[in-house]
């Protein structure tokens, strides 16, 4: 049985939202309902657990409601910060659970083929596999936001995206491990790494875009309306 905990508890702070970010309107529809929209349609997914915001979980059920998602299971509370929502949505998977598909709800425009891909390189390594994009710019690291220090060799770099697919016991153990160490990650893939687990990489999709910025909303909009988003 594969899962998908999709983390959806930002408040929209960089966007001067006023409620959840995930509810955030891209063409008339809140985030999130692209996001859930896709992974309904990847038959590979049998669940779905949303992580959401505690004081949002009202309108999120109503919203699962009105939409007849399907497959979403459980709405639970997330945390302090991303990797604590994920920790609160790995409790609420069923028990079946042996795959898990982190995907944020802030990456809307998700194609079901690109979920599966990445589920499905996970399938022939055995442990994980992420979607990410090879480093198409210069990149300069600084210590103190003002000097170059150095110049990174780009053609060892990938930029994280999700989704992000794991054995679920795994990612358990992954999660549980940085929360005896007190490690705190940006991603779930970063916490599997402290494993020494070896993760896949698979070429992912530079219209899987991540909601951060304004602008961003606008890129979203222009992507869906010709045509190359998940619809």
């Known amino acids: 049985m594969t899962t998908s905990v999709v983390p959806a508890a930002g408040k929209g702070t960089r966007l001067g939202s006023q409620i959840p970010k995930a509810l955030i309107p891209i063409l008339g529809k809140p985030m999130i309902s ?74 809307p425009l998700v194609k079901p083929s ?18 990410a994009l090879p480093c198409t ?34 990612l358990r153990e992954a999660h549980e491990q940085a929360l005896k160490d007190g490690c705190t990650a940006t991603d779930d893939a970063m916490l599997v790494e402290r494993m020494g687990v070896p993760i896949r990489l698979v070429p992912g999709d530079p219209t899987n875009i991540k909601i951060t910025h304004p602008t961003d909303l606008l890129l979203a909009e222009a992507i869906l309306k010709h045509g190359f988003g998940t619809h």
Do not use: C, Y
């Not at 692209?34 to 309108?59: F, K, M, N």
């Not at 709405?75 to 609420?92: C, E, M, P």
């Not at 690109?114 to 979607?131: D, M, N, P, R, S």
């Open 34 to 107: 692209w996001t859930i929209a896709a992974l309904e349609q990847t038959p590979i997914v049998d669940a779905i657990v949303i992580v959401a915001p505690s004081e949002a979980l009202d309108d999120f059920e109503k919203l699962r409601i009105g939409e007849g998602w399907r497959k979403v299971v459980a709405i639970v509370a997330g945390g302090l910060d991303r990797q604590q929502s994920v920790w609160n949505g790995l409790q609420a998977m069923p028990e079946r659970t042996e795959w898990v598909i982190v995907h944020d709800a802030a990456r």
């Open 114 to 131: 690109l979920i599966f891909a990445v589920w499905e390189a996970a399938q022939e390594i055995g442990t994980a596999a992420i979607a």
């Open 137 to 170: 710019d210069t990149v300069k690291r600084t210590l103190d936001g003002v000097l170059i220090a150095e110049t990174l060799d780009r053609e060892q770099l990938w930029l994280a995206q999700t989704p992000q697919v794991f054995a679920a016991e795994l």
